[in-house]
């Protein structure tokens, strides 16, 4: 297995390069981030200096691999708006991402499994059509749409809980979360629902259709003829077995929750990392989009890394180390 | 019985009266846009500089209408021809409590041009100056040059302390450590991406704010920020998007504040090329750019209704142009109106510049940068295709349309022949626009940086510089009036409107709407 993660791990360091190239020089096409950053009294001269001083006047190739030099020692770049570096910039707002993608993962989850197994183990019950419609509808309603509906209910019109923004945080074991007081959990439950909604419907899929299909399956049927308790058949037989695809799904989606929450974030004015992405995409931080994107990358070949490894202990048959990657 | 309940009352009424200054008063402030550092030399950008305004003075401070009044100097004058004395404030003292006195201000004028990492600092306003101590209170500021626009300058930048600022970096005042001012609020909390908190400075030379704490917080989805106000978990945003102005006029938990901006919406048209690249004869072929024939320049003028734009497109929320700034501000012209929507006036003009047909043309714009961009550039092309100039319409995000706009074409030359473009004159008069839209694009002067049309006129130039020479306010005006008059008769540009912008506020409050559209908590009153 080791040699698997370790084989495993330099394909992921290629995977980086090649995403960084394309990522800077795609984003080097677009526009000119000194009309963003200059003042429009500024005469030719400072226009010239605001262009040297960010170093754009250099050739795109040069600039690229005067980055790589840094990127080597860890130096991902400035921001041209912040003048901080990029890195420690997506590092301090990614704690504000990670909580709300956490909730958003186990909304999916606590939600999304038991909602799915019912709608599997009784295919005809009202309770399940019902389950399914709804399912349909998180799918197919754009975020943004039911984000601003929720703001308008719970917020404008009941004004039961906060319309945006992230609530206070605390300290407990070292984690400075907003979960862990009362005003951020009420913050948090809007747009982590929203950003939930989708993947709660996935996994409701998800698990329906696994479920259907394993109740017909020899184990199954030999498990009840045996005589255990449908208790036991359902939770320990039933569900270990269609757990394994709704892991995969999960793990990916985790990544796509913390990468790509931007429509959450910025309709509930959350201080995270997507917001700080599409700013960065609207106001041309080169260097920010370029690191975000490179963390992404990373994180996600992690996540499939974590995904292989989780799968090996939930499927006996999996061997890591046997597989030809 | 009686007796000892009018007492009661008498001490209830006392205690109260005593209670009542004490009760704190919080002020939660949604901004439209997010200010990128506490620094107030980091970036010479709007949202970074209404935000220093709470915990910074300038010399000059401007008013609502960005006239110029006494701040952290008490009087300005020139004493020759190349020198400005600027009296200080006495007795004025800094957060952490230590004086302010000339070393400060000249320690600002090193500070403010040299921040490490600046995107862009205040150069602009600040090269070429020096500044000399002659006392505690007294400064001479010297120009190679006759300079009269140095109080307007001197209302740009923050002064910062010599103490805190002399070996602070920008993270620094981020952490609020350098982030001692003198101004009406002092530093409590920065939260990046979330939030700034600021405390009212109880000993704050001016006015001394109503609000005891100020949150202000970027909210820049303009649907979240409405609904952050309804909810009421926000006092006042800014930026109200016009599509909600009619609906939240009627809610009777919320009041407007507006004002006239100092931003002109106005049109560029390619005044150089004789073969502009979007300009081509009826049907598609070449054309000797029509663009540079007056009649053809004041035809698409006449042929614009500028009543249906602002009716229309801006929902009543704007004033129809006729020259750059609105009146009331100095340097523009009393006797220029709006051009009048008259079709018929358009297509005979242009049958005599032997354009009976028309021709076609391409109107480029922003659709995230001003109020209704998009919108309004849909709206001129369909006016004058009405008269037979087939226009198309072609929008882009500011980020790229800027560069194509200034300098996409070969050689760095504008793109584009015909273009919508907005000017907010950041020094509240006339010279800003003029010397940076109107006059010759010329790198050597440093004018005509933003002249993305390339008009030039000799007469127009001498009259700009003459007056940028001037210190004589009153020849001043009259100069810059005499040079907007003769640009607009040239048909240098055509304005279409100017912005107003519209604050939101729960009732009982109201905004003091500024010409500069800053967002800044001192401008919000009770009722």
Same mark, same amino acid.
Request: charged share 20%; no cysteine; net charge positive.
């Given at each position: ?49 605001? @262009? ?6 250099? $050739? ?11 990127? &080597?020692?860890?130096? +991902? ?39 799915? +197994? ?25 975020? &943004? ?34 979960? #862990? ?5 009420? =913050? ?39 005589? !255990? ?20 799904? @999960? ?8 990468? &790509? ?19 960065? @995409? ?44 | ?6 007492? &009661? ?44 305004? =709470? ?32 009296? !200080? ?26 921040? $490490?990492?600046?995107?862009?600092? #205040? ?33 740009? #930048?923050? @002064? ?87 609906? !939240? ?21 390619? =005044? ?61 012209? $009393?006797?220029? %109106? ?73 050689? %760095?030359?504008?793109?584009?022949? #015909? ?21 010759? =694009? ?32 009153? %020849?001043?005006?009259?100069? +810059? ?27 009982? !409050? ?18």
């Amino acid at each position: 297995m080791t040699a698997y993660v370790i084989r495993r791990l330099m394909q992921s360091v290629v995977v980086v390069l090649i995403m960084s190239v394309i990522v800077f020089f795609g984003v080097n096409v677009v526009g000119d981030p000194v009309d963003m950053l200059i003042n429009p009294e500024a005469d030719q001269e400072d226009i010239e200096n605001a @262009i040297r001083a960010l170093g754009l006047d250099k $050739p795109v190739g040069e600039q690229y691999l005067y980055f790589l030099k840094n990127a &080597f020692s860890g130096n +991902l770049g400035r921001s041209f708006i912040f003048g901080e570096p990029a890195l420690q910039l997506i590092v301090q707002r990614m704690p504000a991402t990670l909580e709300l993608a956490i909730a958003a993962l186990l909304m999916a989850v606590f939600i999304g499994i038991p909602l799915g +197994l019912y709608a599997g183990l009784k295919p005809d019950s009202s309770t399940s059509r019902t389950i399914m419609a709804g399912s349909i509808l998180g799918f197919s309603l754009p975020t &943004f749409w039911v984000g601003l509906m929720m703001i308008m209910v719970f917020a404008v019109m009941l004004g039961w809980l906060p319309s945006t923004g992230r609530g206070e945080t605390a300290t407990f074991l070292g984690i400075t979360t907003s979960l #862990f007081t009362l005003n951020g959990l009420q =913050h948090i439950l809007m747009p982590a629902l929203n950003l939930a909604l989708l993947k709660i419907s996935l996994v409701i899929r998800l698990t329906r259709a696994g479920t259907r299909e394993a109740v017909h399956q020899d184990y199954i049927k030999f498990a009840r003829a045996k005589g !255990l308790s449908p208790h036991r058949v359902v939770f320990v037989h039933l569900l270990k077995n269609i757990l394994i695809p709704v892991v995969t799904v @999960i793990g990916l989606e985790f990544g796509s929750l913390v990468a &790509f929450s931007v429509v959450t974030e910025t309709i509930f004015a959350w201080p995270g990392m997507g917001k700080l992405l599409i700013d960065s @995409i609207q106001q041309l931080d080169r260097p920010v989009i370029v690191a975000y994107l490179i963390i992404i990358v990373l994180m996600f070949v992690t996540l499939n890394l974590i995904v292989d490894i989780l799968y090996s202990i939930l499927d006996p048959r999996v061997r890591l180390g046997e597989r030809e990657a | 019985m009686s007796r000892v309940r009018i007492l &009661f009352a008498a001490v209830f009424a006392v205690l109260l009266a005593y209670a009542a200054p004490a009760i704190a008063k919080d002020i939660k402030i949604g901004l439209a846009s997010e200010p990128t550092s506490i620094d107030p030399h980091f970036h010479n950008l709007s949202p970074n500089n209404a935000l220093a305004r =709470h915990l910074f003075d300038r010399l000059v401070h401007t008013d609502e209408n960005q006239a110029l009044v006494p701040g952290l100097a008490v009087s300005w004058k020139p004493v020759n021809d190349t020198t400005w004395e600027f009296k !200080l404030r006495e007795g004025v003292k800094w957060h952490d409590g230590s004086p302010f006195t000339a070393d400060d201000v000249v320690f600002t004028f090193t500070r403010a041009v040299n921040v $490490p990492n600046s995107p862009s600092g #205040f150069g602009t306003y600040l090269k070429g100056k020096e500044a000399v101590k002659v006392d505690d209170h007294t400064v001479h500021i010297k120009t190679p040059k006759p300079y009269p626009l140095m109080p307007n300058d001197m209302s740009t #930048f923050s @002064i910062v302390s010599k103490k805190n600022g002399e070996k602070a970096s920008t993270e620094d005042y981020n952490s609020g450590k350098a982030a001692i001012g003198t101004g009406p609020f002092k530093f409590k909390q920065y939260v990046p991406g979330d939030k700034f908190v600021y405390v009212r400075n109880d000993d704050y030379w001016g006015d001394k704010p109503v609000w005891t704490e100020v949150t202000l917080k970027p909210i820049k989805s303009s649907p979240s920020r409405v609904a952050a106000l309804l909810a009421g978990d926000v006092d006042m945003i800014a930026q109200v998007p016009t599509t909600d102005i009619e609906r !939240l006029k009627k809610d009777p938990k919320i009041a407007l504040s507006q004002g006239v901006s100092n931003r002109v919406i106005y049109l560029h048209l390619d =005044h150089d090329r004789d073969k502009s690249p979007f300009v081509k004869a009826k049907g598609g072929g070449d054309i000797k750019n029509p663009l540079k024939d007056q009649r053809v320049r004041t035809a698409i003028s006449k042929s614009i209704n500028r009543d249906a734009i602002v009716n229309r497109v801006m929902e009543d929320v704007a004033i129809k142009a006729g020259q750059l700034l609105p009146k009331g501000f100095f340097g523009v012209s $009393p006797k220029l %109106k709006p051009v009048d929507f008259d079709p018929e006036g358009a297509k005979k003009l242009l049958a005599d510049a032997g354009l009976k047909d028309g021709f076609e043309l391409t109107i480029h714009g922003p659709n995230d940068r001003y109020i209704n961009d998009a919108k309004i550039a849909e709206a001129v092309a369909q006016m004058l295709t009405r008269v037979g100039i087939k226009t198309a319409v072609e929008t882009m995000p500011r980020s790229v349309y800027f560069k194509r706009a200034s300098r996409g074409g070969p050689d %760095k030359t504008p793109e584009f022949s #015909f273009i919508l473009v907005g000017w907010g004159a950041g020094s509240g008069e006339a010279s800003s626009p003029l010397k940076s839209l109107i006059h010759t =694009h010329d790198k050597s002067k440093g004018f005509g940086a933003s002249n993305r049309g390339r008009y030039s006129n000799p007469e127009v130039d001498k009259l700009i510089e003459t007056a940028l020479a001037t210190v004589d306010d009153a %020849k001043r005006q009259d100069l +810059l009036a005499k040079a907007t008059e003769v640009a607009i008769g040239d048909v240098a540009i055509i304005p279409l409107h100017y912005q107003v912008n519209t604050w939101g506020t729960r009732k009982g !409050l109201k905004y003091k709407a500024r010409t500069d559209e800053a967002t800044m908590a001192v401008g919000v009153v009770e009722e």
